[in-house]
């Protein structure tokens, strides 16, 4: 099945003539756009108009808070939240009635985590030799089990 929201995407999918970074850094612009493809997606595909979908990313949403928070994130991740819109949206009617008001970016996933994140979700903050090189990204949805981490 295709879905018309991703065609802004498509030409961005590593292919022979478009292949991945070898930088080892985030791919910020396609991470970002990918993201932004699954959030029009969830919201349209929940019965919303892609019209009342709010674009502010998830830097402008909490700027400062982000500012202050600069020291623990790659340059990489901070583009990356520059460009990614804000997965913390109004609650809505549901489509369905079994399904919260609270919009969720994915069926397993809240949505990305805000500045303060690292300080709820820091189980794996301390890993060996590895202390702060891990972020979790995307929250997860809490109804579904008790795995705390989400999307590292």
């Known amino acids: 099945m295709r879905?018309?929201?991703f065609d802004d995407v498509r030409d961005?999918?590593?292919s022979d003539n478009n292949p991945a970074r070898v930088e080892g850094d985030l791919d910020y612009e396609r991470c970002a756009a990918l993201h932004n493809a699954i959030l029009k997606h969830g919201w349209t595909a929940s019965g919303h108009s892609i019209d009342e979908l709010?674009?502010?990313?998830?830097?402008?949403?909490?700027?400062q808070e982000w500012e202050n928070n600069t020291d623990r994130?790659?340059?990489?991740?901070?583009?990356?939240?520059?460009r990614a819109y804000n997965t913390e949206l109004p609650d809505t009617e549901p489509l369905y009635n079994f399904q919260s008001k609270g919009y969720k970016f994915f069926y397993f996933l809240d949505g990305l985590v805000g500045p303060q994140g690292h300080e709820y979700y820091a189980l794996l903050d301390d890993i060996g030799d590895y202390a702060g090189h891990y972020m979790t990204l995307y929250t997860p949805n809490d109804r579904l089990g008790s795995h705390a981490q989400g999307l590292m």
Request: proline share 8%; net charge negative; aromatic share 12%.
């Open 73 to 82: 994130l790659h340059p990489s991740m901070i583009e990356f939240l520059k």
């Open 3 to 5: 879905f018309s929201v």
């Open 54 to 63: 709010p674009l502010t990313t998830c830097w402008e949403a909490n700027e």
């Open 12 to 14: 961005q999918l590593v």
